[in-house]
């Protein structure tokens, strides 16, 4: 009986492990905003982050991540970053992984080929597209990741800043 508690016991902390996403701390310095520019929220390390309202109102960039990874992500990777029978879940990368880490997979690309996997992620560090809202992307699936955001197009969202626009507008050119 004991070994059998114990074994279902280490079932339920796998799956729970798994989940560990959606059971982010918003205190948690990976998230947690410390300071906002420009309109775009950091973390003490620098890394950027989502802000939501209590009336579940979300940054701009957050919101033009939700856009940008539905035009050019979620293809292979699902619809709100849930993953595919085609490439992982990405809502799990932008909350677990390393923000330069993420960063360096999406601009050079990725090959994992061996017995137990075969995927390939290809480069998009020359397409404008990913590369000039690659902020805003990770910070939306970082926001969907922790639980912070629900599935589907964010309801309400801060107004695009002058600032963006000139961002934007100077690197797609």
């Given at each position: 009986m004991t070994r059998k508690l114990t074994l279902l016991t280490a079932a339920?902390?796998?799956?729970?492990s798994a989940l560990s996403a959606a059971n982010v701390s918003m205190e948690d310095p990976n998230i947690a905003v410390d300071y906002e520019e420009g309109g775009r929220y950091y973390t003490e390390d620098g890394i950027p982050t989502f802000n939501v309202a209590d009336d579940g109102t979300v940054d701009w960039p957050t919101f033009s991540g939700f856009r940008r990874?539905?035009?050019e992500c979620h293809?292979?990777?699902?619809p709100d970053g849930e993953g595919s029978t085609y490439a992982p879940a990405l809502k799990n990368?932008?909350?677990?992984?390393d923000y330069y880490d993420f960063v360096d997979v999406v601009v050079?690309?990725?090959k994992k080929v061996g017995a137990a996997e075969n995927s390939v992620m290809p480069a998009f560090g020359t397409n404008p597209n990913v590369m000039c809202y690659l902020d805003d992307i990770y910070t939306y699936l970082k926001a969907h990741g922790s639980g912070a955001i629900e599935r589907g197009r964010p309801a309400k969202k801060e107004p695009k800043s002058e600032t963006f626009t000139e961002?934007?507008?100077a690197c797609m050119g």
């Amino acid at each position: 009986m004991t070994r059998k508690l114990t074994l279902l016991t280490a079932a339920g902390l796998f799956a729970a492990s798994a989940l560990s996403a959606a059971n982010v701390s918003m205190e948690d310095p990976n998230i947690a905003v410390d300071y906002e520019e420009g309109g775009r929220y950091y973390t003490e390390d620098g890394i950027p982050t989502f802000n939501v309202a209590d009336d579940g109102t979300v940054d701009w960039p957050t919101f033009s991540g939700f856009r940008r990874y539905h035009a050019e992500c979620h293809v292979c990777h699902g619809p709100d970053g849930e993953g595919s029978t085609y490439a992982p879940a990405l809502k799990n990368s932008a909350v677990e992984m390393d923000y330069y880490d993420f960063v360096d997979v999406v601009v050079n690309g990725r090959k994992k080929v061996g017995a137990a996997e075969n995927s390939v992620m290809p480069a998009f560090g020359t397409n404008p597209n990913v590369m000039c809202y690659l902020d805003d992307i990770y910070t939306y699936l970082k926001a969907h990741g922790s639980g912070a955001i629900e599935r589907g197009r964010p309801a309400k969202k801060e107004p695009k800043s002058e600032t963006f626009t000139e961002m934007e507008d100077a690197c797609m050119g």
